[in-house]
């Protein structure tokens, strides 16, 4: 079955954003590699079934030569019109063309709940920074990475100085066991941003960061991490 006329226009007048992303699984292994270990690396990647104007993928990072699995992540995109920046539904057609998908569902942790992102508290750390160019995708948006980035910068600066329960020096030293990343709004060059961040109040692995937008007077992505207390040796 070939796309519909409609899909085919609705690629060139849309692009794909980012709603969710989470890395599920961290196999503790990964820290152990070095960049110059010879090891067979196989990615795979699975389509669930499209929603209105979304979709989500599951992507696994697998050992090639043991078959175990490394690393999992999970993401929802949601396909937005260039001008309006609106959700763009998919066409029937298209819903048909991947009917086959029904049985293999949005993980539940990507779909959208009526939970509110959690409240800083008063007494958390903060974390100013402007966005540069070079943090710029295509679009001249801030690329993702900016924002996780920003978060280990704002958590080993906290760290440093002695704001941080049970952990000590650079953050990038201690292993991340789980990533959970909300995209709420863009931000974009020379935007004044405040990554906000505090504890769990009873687990000191979880760390949470909400970053601020001056211009939007937003927060305007929130992240949750669970970090091992050990340091890599």
Request: neutral net charge; charged residues 20%; proline residues 5%.
């Amino acid at each position: 079955m070939n796309i519909s006329d409609t899909d085919n226009n609705m690629c060139e007048t849309s692009t794909f954003i980012m709603l969710k992303m989470i890395l599920n699984y961290i196999n503790p292994k990964v820290y152990q590699f070095d960049y110059l270990d010879p090891i067979n690396l196989t990615v795979t990647k699975e389509l669930c079934e499209p929603g209105t104007s979304t979709h989500s993928t599951v992507t696994k990072l697998i050992h090639s030569d043991t078959g175990e699995l490394l690393v999992e992540r999970l993401a929802k995109l949601c396909r937005v019109d260039n001008e309006t920046h609106r959700p763009v539904k998919w066409s029937p057609q298209f819903h048909q063309m991947f009917s086959h998908l029904k049985d293999r569902g949005m993980p539940k942790v990507l779909k959208k709940t009526s939970t509110p992102i959690p409240t800083s508290p008063p007494d958390c750390f903060k974390w100013t920074f402007k966005s540069r160019y070079s943090d710029m995708d295509v679009k001249m948006h801030a690329n993702q990475s900016m924002y996780i980035k920003s978060c280990i910068d704002c958590a080993t600066e906290a760290s440093m100085n002695g704001q941080l329960d049970q952990f000590n020096g650079d953050i990038i030293w201690y292993p991340v066991k789980y990533l959970s990343i909300n995209y709420i709004a863009e931000t974009f060059a020379n935007d004044t941003l405040t990554v906000n961040m505090w504890q769990h109040n009873k687990d000191v692995s979880i760390l949470y960061f909400s970053v601020w937008s001056d211009a939007l007077k937003k927060i305007v992505t929130f992240i949750e991490v669970k970090i091992d207390l050990n340091k890599i040796k």
